[in-house]
């Protein structure tokens, strides 16, 4: 007996406006998250049950809780991820061309549509003395959490502590 499977169409783009730096995560409530740089102001979410339907539900942020370790930055490449009970996501905040003041910030939600609440900057470029850190990548590799990021000037990365909110204190980018 032969059945034959359907396969869902669907025509690129699945979402019909600009989202770069796209992260999904699927949450335990069965429903897919993305989140993406938009307009630089505060990083829209939507979700889907399929991968191909998108909602937006809402923002990361909002004017009045976006996060200002770079007062004119615009927030870019949000970086989503389930570390324990909560949703952590990760961010660059840069203002386009100043690459020593950008950096990379965390934020946390209980929930994957938020609302998330800053935890500030993880560090800046001018702190670290490494130029442009932006486009950061988490990974946890048997136990230990890792954040990984980089641009044209190279590849850098280290250690976070256990709840991926601060880098480790002996850790130092490599």
Same mark, same amino acid.
């Given at each position: 007996?032969?059945?034959? *499977?359907?396969?869902?169409?669907?025509?690129?783009?699945?979402?019909?406006?600009?989202?770069?730096?796209?992260?999904?995560?699927? *949450?335990?409530?069965?429903?897919?998250?993305?989140?993406?740089?938009? !307009?630089?102001? !505060?990083?829209?979410?939507?979700?889907?049950?399929?991968?191909? !339907?998108?909602?937006?539900?809402?923002?990361?942020?909002?004017?009045?809780?976006?996060?200002?370790?770079?007062?004119?930055?615009?927030?870019?490449?949000?970086?989503?991820? $389930?570390?324990?009970?909560?949703?952590?996501?990760?961010?660059?905040?840069?203002?386009?061309? $100043?690459?020593?003041?950008?950096?990379?910030?965390?934020?946390?939600?209980?929930?994957?549509?938020?609302?998330?609440?800053?935890?500030?900057?993880?560090? $800046?470029?001018?702190?670290?003395?490494?130029?442009?850190?932006?486009?950061?990548?988490?990974?946890?590799?048997?136990?230990?959490?890792?954040?990984?990021?980089?641009?044209?000037?190279?590849?850098?990365?280290?250690?976070?502590?256990?709840?991926?909110?601060?880098?480790?204190?002996?850790?130092?980018?490599v």
């Amino acid at each position: 007996m032969c059945i034959a *499977a359907h396969a869902q169409q669907y025509s690129n783009p699945v979402v019909n406006y600009s989202l770069p730096d796209p992260s999904i995560i699927k *949450a335990d409530d069965g429903y897919y998250y993305l989140y993406a740089t938009e !307009n630089i102001r !505060n990083l829209p979410i939507h979700r889907s049950k399929d991968l191909v !339907n998108w909602t937006l539900v809402g923002t990361a942020f909002t004017n009045e809780t976006r996060p200002t370790f770079e007062p004119k930055g615009g927030l870019w490449a949000p970086d989503i991820n $389930r570390i324990g009970s909560r949703y952590v996501m990760y961010y660059s905040m840069s203002t386009w061309g $100043r690459e020593w003041t950008c950096g990379i910030g965390v934020a946390v939600a209980d929930r994957p549509e938020g609302p998330f609440t800053d935890r500030g900057k993880l560090f $800046r470029s001018n702190e670290i003395g490494i130029q442009n850190c932006i486009d950061h990548f988490y990974i946890e590799d048997k136990g230990k959490k890792y954040l990984f990021w980089g641009s044209f000037h190279g590849i850098y990365g280290a250690e976070l502590t256990d709840d991926g909110l601060a880098l480790k204190s002996d850790s130092h980018p490599v």
